[in-house]
C-alpha cells in the first residue's frame, strides 16, 4: 500500500521526498554564518599543510640529533655551551638526514590523515586511485615531459636575473657530503621531495579545497601555498620572495595535471622531472670539470 507523509508519521524523509513547497521552504545558513563558515574552511585549509609540516619537521630534527649524538657518544640533553664542537661532515650529513627524513614523515602524516578522514577511500582522496569519471588523457603529459625543461630553466632563469639574484649553471656542491649522504641528498630531491609533497599539496590539501572551491580555484589555493612553503628565510625582501615567484608556473602546472588527470603520480612525475633537470642545470658545468 502506497503510503505518505500524513499516512506514516515515522517514515524518516529525504529532501526527494518532500513537495516542492515544503523542499523550496527549508531553513538555509544566514549569509553572515555561511561567510564565517567558508572562512574557516579557508583556514583550516593552510593550517592542516602548516601543521604537518611543522610537525614533521620538529619530529625530523629531534629524531636526527638525538639519533647522531648517541652515536657519537654525546648526551642529547648536554647544554650547548658545553657541547663538544661536531666536525664539518657531521653537521653537513645531518642536515641531509633532517631533509629526507622530514619528506618521510611528512608523507606518513598526510597518509593517515587522508585515511582518518576519508576511510576506506583515501586512495581516491589522495589520486592513487582511478577517478570514479573519465578524465584526461595522459599522452599531454608525455607531449609536456620534454618541453617542461627548457620552459622551467627558461622562467627561473629570467625571474632571478630579474630579481637579481645569482641562480645560474655552475654550482657547487658541499665538499663535506660523503658518497652515502650525496646519494640521500639526490634522493631527496628527486624521489622524497616531490612525493611528500605532492600527497600533502595536491593529494590532501586538493582534496579539503575542492570540497568548497572550483577546479580553478583549488589549482590557485594550493599553488599559493606551495609557493609560500618555499619562501626563503635569508634575510632580504628579494631573497625571500625569489623561490616563490620561480616555482610559480611549475605550481600551477602540478595543479592543473591533477584536475585534469584525476591522478597523482602524473604530479609527482614531473615534479621530480623539474627537480631532476634543474639540478642537472645548476650542477652539471662544475661536474663535467
Same mark, same amino acid.
Given at each position: 500500500?502506497?503510503?505518505?507523509?500524513?499516512?506514516?508519521?515515522?517514515?524518516?524523509?529525504?529532501?526527494?521526498?518532500?513537495?516542492?513547497?515544503?523542499?523550496?521552504?527549508?531553513?538555509?545558513?544566514?549569509?553572515?554564518?555561511?561567510?564565517?563558515?567558508?572562512?574557516?574552511?579557508?583556514?583550516?585549509?593552510?593550517?592542516?599543510?602548516?601543521?604537518?609540516?611543522?610537525?614533521?619537521?620538529?619530529?625530523?630534527?629531534?629524531?636526527?640529533?638525538?639519533?647522531?649524538?648517541?652515536?657519537?657518544?654525546?648526551?642529547?640533553?648536554?647544554?650547548?655551551?658545553?657541547?663538544?664542537?661536531?666536525?664539518?661532515?657531521?653537521?653537513?650529513?645531518?642536515?641531509?638526514?633532517?631533509?629526507?627524513?622530514?619528506?618521510?614523515?611528512?608523507?606518513?602524516?598526510?597518509?593517515?590523515?587522508?585515511?582518518?578522514?576519508?576511510?576506506?577511500?583515501?586512495?581516491?582522496?589522495?589520486?592513487?586511485?582511478?577517478?570514479?569519471?573519465?578524465?584526461?588523457?595522459?599522452?599531454?603529459?608525455?607531449?609536456?615531459?620534454?618541453?617542461?625543461?627548457?620552459?622551467?630553466?627558461?622562467?627561473?632563469?629570467?625571474?632571478?636575473?630579474?630579481?637579481?639574484?645569482?641562480?645560474?649553471?655552475?654550482?657547487?656542491?658541499?665538499?663535506?657530503?660523503?658518497?652515502?649522504?650525496?646519494? @640521500?641528498?639526490?634522493?631527496?630531491? !628527486?624521489? &622524497?621531495? $616531490?612525493? +611528500?609533497?605532492?600527497? *600533502?599539496? #595536491?593529494?590532501? /590539501?586538493?582534496?579539503?579545497?575542492?570540497?568548497?572551491?572550483?577546479?580553478?580555484?583549488?589549482?590557485?589555493?594550493?599553488?599559493? @601555498?606551495?609557493?609560500?612553503?618555499? !619562501?626563503? &628565510?635569508? $634575510?632580504? +625582501?628579494?631573497?625571500? *620572495?625569489? #623561490?616563490?615567484? /620561480?616555482?610559480?608556473?611549475?605550481?600551477?602546472?602540478?595543479?592543473?595535471?591533477?584536475?585534469?588527470?584525476?591522478?597523482?603520480?602524473?604530479?609527482?612525475?614531473?615534479?621530480?622531472?623539474?627537480?631532476?633537470?634543474?639540478?642537472?642545470?645548476?650542477?652539471?658545468?662544475?661536474?663535467?670539470?
Amino acid at each position: 500500500m502506497k503510503s505518505d507523509l500524513r499516512s506514516d508519521p515515522l517514515r524518516v524523509v529525504s529532501v526527494a521526498d518532500m513537495p516542492p513547497a515544503v523542499a523550496d521552504a527549508r531553513p538555509s545558513k544566514p549569509p553572515l554564518a555561511a561567510g564565517l563558515s567558508w572562512f574557516g574552511r579557508v583556514l583550516l585549509l593552510i593550517a592542516v599543510p602548516l601543521a604537518i609540516l611543522l610537525l614533521a619537521s620538529g619530529l625530523a630534527i629531534l629524531i636526527v640529533r638525538v639519533g647522531g649524538d648517541l652515536r657519537l657518544g654525546i648526551d642529547p640533553f648536554t647544554i650547548a655551551a658545553a657541547r663538544p664542537r661536531l666536525p664539518l661532515s657531521e653537521v653537513t650529513g645531518r642536515g641531509v638526514m633532517m631533509d629526507a627524513l622530514r619528506q618521510v614523515l611528512m608523507a606518513g602524516l598526510v597518509i593517515g590523515l587522508a585515511a582518518w578522514a576519508g576511510g576506506g577511500a583515501w586512495r581516491q582522496r589522495l589520486g592513487l586511485a582511478r577517478p570514479l569519471e573519465p578524465r584526461l588523457p595522459m599522452r599531454r603529459l608525455w607531449l609536456l615531459l620534454p618541453l617542461w625543461p627548457m620552459i622551467h630553466i627558461a622562467w627561473v632563469t629570467t625571474t632571478a636575473a630579474a630579481l637579481h639574484m645569482n641562480f645560474g649553471s655552475g654550482v657547487r656542491l658541499s665538499p663535506f657530503l660523503n658518497p652515502t649522504m650525496l646519494g @640521500l641528498w639526490f634522493a631527496f630531491v !628527486v624521489v &622524497l621531495a $616531490p612525493v +611528500a609533497e605532492e600527497l *600533502l599539496l #595536491r593529494g590532501e /590539501t586538493f582534496a579539503r579545497a575542492s570540497a568548497f572551491l572550483g577546479p580553478a580555484g583549488t589549482i590557485v589555493a594550493t599553488a599559493l @601555498l606551495f609557493c609560500l612553503a618555499h !619562501v626563503s &628565510l635569508d $634575510p632580504g +625582501a628579494k631573497s625571500a *620572495l625569489a #623561490r616563490p615567484l /620561480t616555482l610559480l608556473p611549475l605550481a600551477l602546472t602540478l595543479g592543473w595535471l591533477r584536475w585534469r588527470t584525476g591522478r597523482l603520480w602524473p604530479c609527482i612525475l614531473l615534479h621530480g622531472w623539474s627537480n631532476f633537470c634543474l639540478l642537472a642545470y645548476q650542477l652539471g658545468p662544475s661536474l663535467l670539470r
